[in-house]
């Protein structure tokens, strides 16, 4: 697309800005629903969310543990053998 006057290129630049800021607030609006803490309903869906909280953080844990086993050399915790 070929443009031949100043006000061409500006009125293209407000278009840009504006899809470019509907788009920013569409991505905030997902990513705050992505984000956002669910309500338990029920008791059994409050346990399930605590038990997959649970998991999440052992298996955090280990994934950590093992890196620093296994690349502790970096972080000054003990000689590469």
């Known amino acids: 697309m070929t443009y ?13 800005q504006a899809t470019i800021h509907n ?20 008791r059994g869906e409050m346990i399930a969310h605590l038990v997959t909280n ?3 953080a052992i298996d955090g844990f280990l994934l950590v543990r093992k890196l620093i086993r ?3 050399f970096l972080f000054g915790k003990r000689k590469r053998k």
Request: proline share 3%; charged share 25%.
């Open 54 to 56: 649970s998991i999440t």
């Open 23 to 42: 788009q920013s607030e569409q991505i905030g609006t997902l990513w705050h629903e992505l984000t956002a803490p669910q309500k338990s309903t029920t």
């Open 4 to 16: 031949q006057t100043l006000e061409e290129i500006e009125h293209r630049k407000e278009e840009l």
């Open 70 to 72: 296994n690349y502790g």
